[in-house]
């Protein structure tokens, strides 16, 4: 019967997309978020420890005045405006410690804003 | 400025060492696109100076952080030839949170700088004076942030990319420049002036302008094209394709080369070698052989 075949047939796409859709939650639950906090001149934590291949959540906050949040070497950025949660989620592909700073300047201090990122296996 | 110019005599009045290099930056024939044949075009040059942060406070890296800008401009005054002009690239005062300090400070700057013998200044802001209040104080004592002028055959483009605090020339300027470029001949002299580097020079320390690939983009048709900008304390020279971009010394403290320490912090003072790492530079424009001469100088106790 046409009507029931279409039936069937809607309720396992319906199925298939509630799965998929479970599996994308569990997969975003599984991802490690790291809450960052910047303030006028650190970010804190200042050492955001990662690990090879493995995607993270930064969610970033400001204390005060807008901020930025750069880690050139991974090419990913965000602008950090009080009273919001800038998320970035990105995705290490290389091993070592690099560099990441505010790249809003904000103020007498501005240029020793930096912290760093350590990308283990 | 009466005859040719000595460049070797430059260096022996002022006493001072320094490299000298040619920017090979070519003549052009008619650089205003004008059809008219070639354009006359003198020999001159002009004085860079750069992030001086008056009012900055740090004896352990400048116990001499009030006498080391009136030496400069001491030095310049001295200058048996004055320059055709002098640019300061930005960073004249150091960055305070208080609105009216800041206005102390570029005022102070300004008195200071108009004992230059030389009244014909140029002047453009870097992000310490400008990122906290998008150059409303700046534009107060010195006008605005992006302009153009032109002299001797040369066009001179001066380019804002710290009234953003992030460090974006923006698409306004963007569109201005366009515009301007767009009445120069493709083989016109054209030297820009800013304050951060427009290439990416190491994005870890902030040394870059983040939209300068826009910027460097609209240059790159035009074949004669050299920038001269601050914001990292000290010389370097690179080219992006055929443009030449060269930092200035400052006036306040050196910074490390680009990634050779894990941050940049300012070079200590040396007491067996002051003023090390300070200094200004003349560059010379010549039309024949076509260059640009840069002459780097240190500043003398």
């Known amino acids: ?121 | 400025m009466a005859g040719s110019i000595d460049r070797r005599q430059f260096l022996r009045l002022a006493g001072l060492g320094g490299a000298v290099f040619a920017s090979g930056l070519a003549r052009a024939a008619d650089p205003y696109g004008t059809g008219t044949g070639a354009v006359q075009q003198d020999e001159f040059y002009f004085v860079q100076l750069s992030d001086t942060h008056w009012g900055f406070e740090g004896p352990a890296v400048n116990p001499d952080a009030r006498g080391t800008l009136p030496k400069a401009i001491a030095a310049v005054n001295a200058l048996e030839v004055q320059p055709d002009f002098i640019v300061f690239t930005g960073d004249l005062t150091h960055t305070t949170d208080d609105p009216a300090e800041r206005r102390r400070r570029l005022g102070e700057f300004h008195d200071i700088a108009r004992g230059l013998k030389n009244p014909n200044v140029r002047f453009m802001p870097g992000e310490h004076d400008a990122a906290l209040d998008h150059g409303a104080a700046w534009s107060e004592f010195f006008g605005p942030t992006h302009y153009v002028f032109d002299h001797k055959g040369v066009h001179f483009i001066v380019v804002d990319n710290v009234s953003d605090p992030a460090a974006r020339i923006g698409a306004e300027q963007l569109a201005w420049l366009e515009a301007d470029l767009a009445r120069q001949a493709r083989d016109a002299r054209i030297v820009v002036f800013t304050h951060r580097p427009l290439f990416p020079l190491y994005p870890q320390w902030d040394w870059a302008t983040r939209d300068g690939d826009r910027a460097l983009a609209l240059l790159m048709p035009y074949r004669n094209v050299t920038v001269f900008y601050g914001h990292i304390h000290q010389e370097h020279h690179y080219k992006t394709a055929h443009i030449e971009h060269h930092s200035a010394k400052s006036l306040i403290f050196p910074l490390p080369a680009p990634g050779s320490l894990p941050k940049r912090v300012p070079i200590k003072w040396d007491p067996a070698h002051p003023y090390r790492g300070l200094g200004y530079r003349e560059v010379e424009a010549q039309p024949r052989p076509p260059a640009f001469a840069v002459t780097e100088f240190p500043v003398r106790g």
């Open chain 1, 1 to 121: 019967m046409p009507s029931r075949r279409r039936f069937i047939a809607a309720s396992a796409a319906a199925g298939a997309l509630a799965a998929a859709g479970a599996w994308s939650l569990l997969a975003a639950a599984e991802e490690p978020v790291i809450r960052v906090v910047a303030r006028r001149f650190v970010y804190r934590p200042s050492v955001l420890r990662l690990k090879r291949g493995v995607p993270v959540v930064l969610e970033f906050t400001s204390a005060d005045v807008v901020m930025g949040f750069n880690a050139p070497d991974f090419n990913v950025r965000t602008d950090i405006i009080p009273g919001q949660v800038s998320r970035l989620r990105f995705t290490p592909d290389k091993l070592g410690r690099f560099t990441f700073l505010c790249d809003v300047f904000c103020g007498d201090g501005h240029e020793g804003m930096t912290g760093e990122i350590h990308v283990a296996a």
